[in-house]
């Protein structure tokens, strides 16, 4: 078996695109995913699981109708499931999600932000 650590600022460096998640390991049929982010995204939910929020770099918010949630480096927020919530960063900000295979980054809304999914980095 060939033991390769996943480093997460190389594979962020190969990331051109905002708001295109790529896929950089998986865990049973968990997908970590990198991103980079700037400006606002969807109101989206995702009806049958959470997703994982962690900061690499940068910071960023996640608005809820009931509230908000900031992020910065180093932190980690989970959006429980069937939550409708919409990321935003004023300046880029690169971030790690971890979600079940399949799920795709707009949830149930159609978008041009709706990212071609299980793409790996």
């Keep these: 078996m060939d033991y390769q650590a996943v480093n997460l600022n190389e594979k962020l460096a190969l990331l051109n695109e905002q708001w295109s998640p790529r896929v950089v390991s998986e865990m049973n049929d968990y997908q970590f995913k990198i991103v980079k982010i700037e400006g606002h995204f969807v109101w989206h939910v995702h009806q049958d699981t959470d997703e994982v929020f962690m900061v690499v770099q940068g910071e960023m918010v996640i608005d809820f109708r009931d509230g908000q ?27 790690m999600l971890v979600e079940p295979r399949g799920v795709l980054n707009t949830g149930d809304t159609e978008s041009d932000r709706t990212a071609v999914n299980d793409v790996w980095i």
């Excluded at 990321?87 to 900000?93: K, S």
């Design 69 to 95: 949630v900031k992020l910065a480096q180093g932190d980690l927020f989970v959006v429980p499931k069937g939550v409708e919530h919409k990321p935003f960063a004023e300046r880029e900000c690169h971030v």
